[in-house]
């Protein structure tokens, strides 16, 4: 087995895994406006039951899981097509991160958090007589930007978790019996 084969099973890997995650933050989803609703409703059947300021909580967290886990759908999608395109753009092969000077990955930044907003820009892409070796070195150490945000969606996906969880822990201890 050579190293291709290896990488392809390594990628169809963290591509299942992946996708059990979006699935996950989906349901998540769905069931935290879910249970938004039912409290809204048990709130106006049951108003003696219930500790308004505990239950106020849980509504916030409820929506910090529901905020979270959209920025984690919408963020994974904008970050694999902007990562795609830029590094499918590139001329040459990409140094490592640590290649390059300090100037270059500060200016780098601006190009990557504009790439999560417009994925298929051609900016730092098209070969000319402007496009110097240094724009080509940026649009490198953009993609490796765009990498190191895609390495940190899940954070995003646990907080999602995290929030969901302690919102129903602190929904549930509301109720007074």
Do not use: C
């Not at 900016?123 to 490796?144: F, M, S």
């Amino acid at each position: 087995m050579d190293i291709n084969d290896k990488f392809r099973r390594y990628d169809k890997g963290i591509d299942a895994a992946r996708k059990m995650s979006r699935d996950a933050i989906h349901k998540v989803l769905l069931f935290s406006a879910g249970t938004l609703s039912l409290t809204v409703t048990m709130f106006s059947a049951f108003p003696s039951k219930i500790d308004v300021g505990t239950v106020q909580l849980s509504w916030y967290l409820l929506v910090a899981a529901i905020v979270t886990g959209y920025l984690t759908l919408f963020l994974h999608g904008r970050v694999l097509y902007a990562k795609t395109w830029k590094s499918f753009n590139t001329d040459q092969t990409i140094p490592l991160p640590y290649e390059y000077p300090f100037l270059y990955r500060i200016i780098a930044i601006p190009f990557a958090i504009f790439s999560l907003i417009f994925p298929a820009n051609m900016i730092l892409n098209k070969p000319n007589a402007l496009n110097a070796p240094i724009w080509q070195k940026i649009n490198h150490y953009t993609v490796h930007e765009l990498a190191w945000f895609e390495h940190r969606i899940p954070f995003l996906e646990n907080m999602t978790i995290l929030f969901f969880v302690s919102g129903l822990i602190v929904l549930v201890m509301s109720v007074r019996f």
